[in-house]
């Protein structure tokens, strides 16, 4: 018989200083042996929005092309994502001590940068690749996906597809109410997203619930609600600066998770040089909240 294999893991909260708030992250230290098949499964196991392997290296390749990690959903293996880049982050940071950690993602090297905040805790932040603003959508078809009138969009600002490593669709919403009672209609907004290059909604609002706070924030998905999309809210940053929304390099709060009862703090910025936006920045905390193994 095979002797059993074990898997270290941590689970974390990103994009918060409270546990058991923000977005859940499980964290494999050291992935060596996994199969794709059995990462995916892993992932599917821990029914979080995301789970990470890490894939120790040689400690000259790491420092040359950073610490290879990889990123699934229950469904997929992502090129990018926000949380799950965060708090791997902070786990590295965690171990070695480290202020600057790079890691080797399939978009390729994302820096994140450690400094203590006002409160002394570790705040992260990464530096997201130069966003690529894609198609502008017809208000009133993505009206008809979202099951809203044309009227709850806010046309201030246009119904656009941004990426930066991860392609959302974004949409301002004109009224909070109107935003906490949205329900997706996943196969629907699904069959809109197949014809376009946008793999998710990311829905906003400027009138917001915390204090100082700059937008609401919401994003559904085949698993269900996402309590903060860090991928996400780089995009919104770029979309924001870009339209004048957002002051160029200044950091902006939004919120998202609140309507989850997992409230979360996710701090941007961008920088605007005539129509060119870049230094693309999404940080915020992580806080540990359990660790054990996997035994297959």
């Not at 906490?180 to 997203?193: G, S």
């Not at 793999?199 to 994003?219: D, N, Q, S």
Request: net charge negative; proline share 4%.
């Amino acid at each position: 018989m095979k002797e059993p294999r074990r898997f270290a893991f941590v689970q974390y909260d990103v994009f918060t200083s409270q546990p058991l708030e923000g977005n859940q992250l499980a964290v494999f230290d050291d992935a060596r042996g996994l199969s794709d098949a059995e990462m995916q499964a892993l992932a599917r196991e821990t029914r979080l929005s995301e789970t990470t392997f890490i894939l120790p290296r040689d400690a000259a390749t790491e420092r040359e092309q950073g610490v290879k990690v990889r990123i699934f959903t229950v469904e997929e293996e992502l090129e990018f994502a926000g949380h799950p880049t965060l708090g791997t982050a902070f786990h590295l940071h965690r171990k070695s001590g480290a202020s600057l950690v790079e890691l080797d993602l399939k978009v390729g090297k994302i820096p994140v940068q450690f400094s203590l905040d006002d409160a002394g805790a570790a705040f992260g932040e990464m530096r997201q690749r130069d966003p690529e603003f894609g198609q502008v959508h017809a208000v009133e078809e993505v009206a008809r996906v979202l099951g809203l009138e044309v009227a709850e969009i806010d046309t201030g600002l246009p119904v656009q597809t941004v990426s930066t490593g991860l392609a959302f669709v974004m949409v301002v919403f004109r009224k909070l109410e109107r935003l906490q009672r949205f329900k997706l209609d996943f196969a629907r907004a699904a069959e809109y997203l197949g014809k376009t290059q946008g793999r998710f909604f990311y829905c906003v609002c400027r009138e917001t619930v915390l204090p100082g706070a700059a937008l609401h924030a919401r994003m559904i998905f085949y698993n269900g609600e996402d309590p903060a999309t860090g991928s996400a809210a780089g995009c919104c940053a770029a979309w924001v600066v870009r339209h004048g929304v957002f002051e160029s390099e200044k950091r902006a709060l939004i919120e998202q998770g609140i309507e989850m009862r997992r409230p979360s703090k996710i701090f941007v910025r961008g920088r605007r040089l005539g129509d060119t936006v870049t230094d693309i920045f999404v940080g915020g905390n992580v806080v540990p909240v359990s660790a054990g193994e996997f035994v297959i």
